[in-house]
């Protein structure tokens, strides 16, 4: 895997006087928003990137659009594309990163206020993040539960359905309802506690860290523009995203976030802390995948995934008239929405 490039820091002073804050303690509610770029150094592909973004390696499942895959209507109607692809996204052999550690590591030094994530890895908590301190905003694979009675489904029989590349099915009491992870799918709502980051906590930051995201899916990529003017806010991510740039105050770390947070330890002088912070991180994470039983099974990769899940939908599918109608419902759907954004 080749790594990102090497950040650049803005030559805006800021940055300075940022890290001057931070050691003398004036520093000390710092707001994280993170988006897949956090995850991507892990093996997590993330969405949006040209060519090995999820949503470009889609193309042979031939779907009305690529985030019909994880659309709410989509997945009760046509489950199968996002198991199949589950196996090689599920973050079950993932380990945190040193972004990740680095957040751990804020919190471990007092600093941290509250990490909104639009991940659904779970990776800020497996690397040491109080769970109290982080809102998944997209959800978690964490759990999950059957979309038609909502009860709670078992871990392990989970695990098995995704290793097996199949849908899982409820059947308590012959329900026989889909399973879905508890992660936030377009046409979801947010949980409720995202009103509280902007009524309580927002408010509160003194300082907004956004790593890692395109700042593409709303309401989560509006948070940048309602922290306050005096708030800086700075960007570790391979480009300059949303607003930034257009306040005196931002700082761009355009490259890698495991780069760009090295960056901003080795100038407060926690190398060597968040190196063995990430260390006891990534042998923890290790040790519970072990015990969850998923072993080092690592399977297909996700594009070997795709093209099975493209052969096994073009024999079952034949297009029904049905599938047919609902497929051109939804794409008409998106570009209604498209058509209403623009004008």
Known sequence: MS????????????????????????????????????????????????????????????????????????????????????????????????????????????????????????????AGVSREKVLNAHGSWKTQRCLKCRVPYPDARMKDAILAGEVPICDRDGCGGTIKPDIVMFGESLPREFDDVESTILPEADLLLVMGTSLKVAPVSELPRKVGASVPRVLINNECVGDFGSRESDVLLLGGCDEGVREIARRLGWEEELEALHREAVERKERITREEGWGDQEGPSLDECIAKAAERMKVRMGVSEGHRRMLEGHLGEKMWGILRRDT
């Open 3 to 126: 790594r990102p490039s090497t950040p650049s820091p803005s030559p805006n002073p800021t940055l300075d006087t940022i890290i001057s804050s931070l050691k003398t303690g004036a520093t000390k509610n710092i707001l994280i928003l993170s988006g897949a770029g956090l995850s991507t150094s892990t093996g997590l592909p993330d969405f949006r990137s040209p060519d090995t973004g999820l949503y470009a390696r889609l193309s042979p499942l031939q779907l009305p659009y690529p985030e019909a895959i994880f659309h709410i209507s989509y997945f009760k109607h046509t489950p199968e594309p996002f198991y199949a692809i589950a196996r090689a996204r599920h973050p079950r052999n993932a380990v945190p990163s040193i972004a990740h550690a680095f957040i751990a590591l804020l919190e471990k030094k007092g600093v941290l206020r509250f990490v909104v994530t639009q991940n659904i890895d779970g990776l800020e908590i497996d």
